[in-house]
Nanobody, 123 residues
Framework: QVQLVESGGRLVQAGGSLRLSCEGT????????MGWFRQAPGKEREFVAG????????YYSNSAKGRFTISGDNAKNTVYLQMDSLKPEDTAVYYC????????????????WGQGTQVTVSS
């Protein structure tokens, strides 16, 4: 019953910004970790950012650090990924994920996934 729905992906020029949203429905996420992953064609799904909802701690991949910010709105059951200074290398399908526990960098540790939203960064 617990589901995640991502939105906000679109075409953007290099150097621009996007904010992705991930809304959780069908249950409570108060004890959950939330994560953003991305997958480019021909590549493995990689961790981008994570947020421990109850504690509020965050983790970022090296590529995201300093450019992306993960945040949450508990009242709205929504997690965001603010993406600034976008590069063509950021082009990928971005997935929201959730798990009832701590943040993991490995996608296999995450149980609940959204459908993905396409982010395309032009040169």
């Amino acid at each position: 019953q617990v589901q995640l729905v991502e939105s906000g992906g679109r075409l953007v020029q290099a150097g621009g910004s996007l904010r992705l949203s991930c809304e959780g429905t069908g249950g409570t996420f108060s004890t959950y970790a939330m994560g953003w992953f991305r997958q480019a064609p021909g590549k493995e799904r990689e961790f981008v950012a994570g947020l421990q909802l109850k504690i509020g701690n965050t983790y970022y991949s090296n590529s995201a650090k300093g450019r992306f910010t993960i945040s949450g709105d508990n009242a709205k059951n929504t997690v965001y990924l603010q993406m600034d200074s976008l590069k063509p290398e950021d082009t990928a399908v971005y997935y929201c994920a959730a798990r009832n526990g701590r943040i993991w960098y490995d996608s296999i540790q995450w149980d609940i996934w959204g459908q993905g939203t396409q982010v395309t960064v032009s040169s």
